[in-house]
């Protein structure tokens, strides 16, 4: 079984930056596509980034890009969401998910595993 696991998250404020962790345990991080994804208050799941199983393929939500850059490490197990220029519309809970083969990777659905989530607050 895959467990993900989230941690980075805080309180920033606007234009600061923030690094998120996912670390991964239970199987080969090779195998895995993983994605991160982010829920506002009162809003669905929506897809932040996703990087695919080498590190060769990332994509971005157009909110993001030029500010976020995810990013993988396999020898650790671990995959990461750099986050700057952070602004109030980001605050939301960060979840990083996992699938070997997501068929749609912009969608929670496609995504087999994931974490607990992490708070992410930009506020000043």
């Known amino acids: 079984q895959l467990r993900l696991v989230e941690s980075g998250g805080g309180l920033v404020q606007p234009g600061g930056s923030l690094r998120l962790s996912c670390a991964v345990s239970?199987?080969?991080?090779?195998?895995?596509?993983i994605g991160w994804f982010r829920r506002a208050p009162g809003k669905e799941r929506d897809f932040v980034a996703r990087i695919s199983h080498s590190g060769g393929r990332t994509d971005y939500t157009d909110s993001v890009k030029g500010r976020f850059t995810i990013s993988r490490d396999n020898a650790k197990n671990t995959v990461y969401l750099q986050m700057n220029s952070l602004k109030p519309e980001d605050t939301a809970v960060y979840y990083c998910?996992?699938?070997?083969?997501?068929?749609?990777?912009?969608?929670?659905?496609?995504?087999?595993?994931w974490g607990q989530g992490t708070q992410v607050t930009v506020s000043s």
């Open positions: 239970g199987d080969n991080l090779d195998y895995y596509y």
């Open positions: 998910a996992a699938d070997r083969s997501p068929v749609v990777v912009k969608l929670p659905v496609a995504y087999e595993y």
